[in-house]
């Protein structure tokens, strides 16, 4: 009965809508209950260059980092503008010791970064810890209905970080080859020599959320403490990066990042080439504290993971969660694909204001992959409202009592009057959300 009245009620609105002068609409109209993201800028590819691990690697970024100079020097500034100043000591003298406290090869190609950047090498490292801890994301795993797995996430960076359209300038696709063959690929950023999302052909994919678990920059000063102290404690992503290197199936990844002993808490999203081989670690600095697995026979056959433990619920002020998840139950698993799992992640607020861009990728469909940079001045929305200009404020008003009537909760409609949608945005509203 629920349902019906639902649907009934959000035609009739919908009907008197393009009475009122609606037509012309941009946006196809879907069916009630299926995912349809509300109407925005398309974004644009990022673009796409080579690393070659068999080069130096003192210069194996040269050639990338050199595009985006002027961009990274001023995204060094806004990032390092607000970091304590005891922090950025803390840095320097783990700069001084690179060697020591990363993998292999990273801490040369940090300093090859930081001379073609022109910038201190403790700016370039203090640069990559920051991308490390306030990744703000939303990470999905999914089985589909032919045996493959596919992998999504929305990265984000939260009010705290500079301009969401600075990390857009520097949003790069890499592949990464050794011995002439692709080894796997990223979408990452300029300067950055960690791996926040990637997938790796026929074997399995990562992205790594951040977990809101104390001050970001009170874990930083303190891992960075311990390795002064002799401790041995690694970067969130360059243990990722790691696996992409070493790591040749799912079960010897998970292996890895469920015992490394890392910089900051974190959630590992790993993804594998079968049926059911998706996993979320849910990570401290030092143990795996919990995982949530997929498991096609009991139904669960998606995940969603934002910044939050699985088995707690989301601050109100902060639920992406919710919305993924009745987004993937509308989409279905029989409708499941690159495009489909795309329109999930394109539903506001998983989409944001903060959101720097949405990938989908599959390590049993390695040519299969799209990343897309969110061009943030076309967002239509903003920490969970709608902020779209009308001249027609009664019409607003009406919508908002609408909806507000069926407790519908994806948005703050508490000063809702304050705030003004196009005709066009109240139908998409009412069609994606009835």
């Not at 089985?143 to 520097?170: A, C, F, I, S």
């Not at 809101?212 to 990066?241: C, H, W």
């Not at 061009?375 to 709608?386: A, G, K």
């Amino acid at each position: 009965m629920w349902t019906n009245w639902r649907a009934v009620t959000g035609a009739a609105v919908l009907l008197a809508l393009v009475a009122a002068g609606t037509s012309g609409l941009a946006v196809p109209l879907a069916l009630i209950g299926q995912a349809q993201p509300v109407p925005r800028g398309a974004g644009r590819a990022p673009p796409l260059y080579r690393v070659d691990l068999d080069q130096d690697p003192a210069t194996r970024w040269a050639a990338v980092v050199a595009d985006f100079k002027a961009d990274t020097q001023q995204l060094i500034k806004a990032f390092l503008g607000s970091v304590p100043l005891e922090l950025k000591y803390l840095a320097d003298v783990i700069a001084a010791d690179l060697d020591t406290h990363l993998p292999a090869d990273y801490g040369a190609e940090l300093l090859g970064i930081s001379k073609t950047v022109n910038a201190s090498l403790g700016d370039i490292v203090l640069l990559n810890l920051i991308y490390d801890v306030t990744a703000f994301c939303t990470g999905i795993i999914a089985n589909d209905r032919n045996g493959g797995l596919w992998h999504g996430r929305n990265l984000d960076y939260g009010n705290t970080m500079p301009q969401t359209d600075m990390l857009e300038k520097v949003t790069i696709r890499v592949d990464f080859y050794r011995r002439g063959k692709l080894l796997y690929s990223a979408v990452s950023f300029a300067g950055y020599a960690g791996i926040l999302t990637g997938w790796k052909p026929h074997q399995f994919a990562i992205t790594v959320n951040e977990r809101d678990k104390g001050n970001f920059i009170n874990n930083i000063v303190s891992a960075l403490q311990e390795l002064l102290n002799g401790g041995k404690l690694y970067p969130v992503t360059m243990m990722t990066r790691l696996a992409f290197e070493q790591d040749t199936d799912f079960a010897s990844v998970v292996s890895r990042l469920s015992s490394a002993q890392l910089i900051a808490p974190v959630y590992y999203i790993i993804s594998g080439n079968q049926t059911d081989q998706g996993i979320v670690l849910v990570r401290t600095q030092y143990k795996t504290l919990g995982t949530n697995q997929l498991d096609q026979k009991s139904g669960k056959w998606f995940i969603v993971e934002t910044n939050y433990d699985p088995w707690m619920p989301p601050p109100p002020g902060d639920d992406r969660r919710d919305p993924a998840i009745k987004a993937m139950n509308s989409l279905g698993q029989a409708r499941l694909s690159l495009e489909g799992l795309f329109n999930v992640l394109s539903v506001p607020p998983v989409n944001n204001n903060h959101t720097v861009y949405t990938a989908v990728f599959s390590a049993t469909r390695p040519a299969t992959s799209k990343a897309v940079i969110r061009d943030s001045t076309e967002q239509q929305t903003n920490e969970n409202r709608i902020l779209i200009e009308s001249k027609n404020n009664s019409q607003v008003i009406f919508v908002i009592e609408l909806l507000r009537e069926f407790h519908l909760n994806f948005f703050n409609f508490s000063d809702a009057p304050k705030y003004k949608l196009s005709c066009r945005s109240q139908i998409s509203l009412i069609w994606e959300y009835m």
